[in-house]
Nanobody, 120 residues
């Protein structure tokens, strides 16, 4: 059984930075890990992903160049470094573990979410 717990959200001014963490328990060596985000009244959308075994990363266009996804195998933790934050980045951020691709959305392994609020 995989369990995920996010932390690191908060309130930041536009242009600022935050680092989110996702602590992982359980075996995920063959999984893709990802960050999704959900704005109020909107569907959950993909932000970034990382292949846990080989470290390959992928970003949604609106965050590429500003966000960096990474992992620490020893700590079993995934991170999302968010720089140059914009008000439109305001959302609840979720981490997820799954087989990858479109299968991530239907994965049973999601964290509870952490709120990120960017003020203008």
């Amino acid at each position: 059984q995989v369990q995920l717990e996010e932390s690191g959200g908060g309130l930041v001014q536009a242009g600022g930075s935050l680092r989110l963490s996702c602590a992982v328990s359980g075996r995920i060596s063959r999984y893709v890990m990802a960050w999704f985000r959900q704005q109020t009244g909107k569907e959950r959308e993909f932000a970034a992903s990382i292949n846990w075994s080989v470290g390959a990363t992928y970003y949604e266009d609106s965050v590429r160049g500003r966000f960096t996804i990474s992992k620490d195998n020893a700590e079993n933790t995934m991170y999302l470094q968010m720089n140059n934050l914009k008000p439109e980045d305001t959302a609840v951020y979720y981490c997820v573990a799954g087989p990858g691709g479109s299968s991530l959305r239907t994965s049973p392994f999601w964290g509870q979410g952490t709120q990120v609020t960017v003020s203008s």
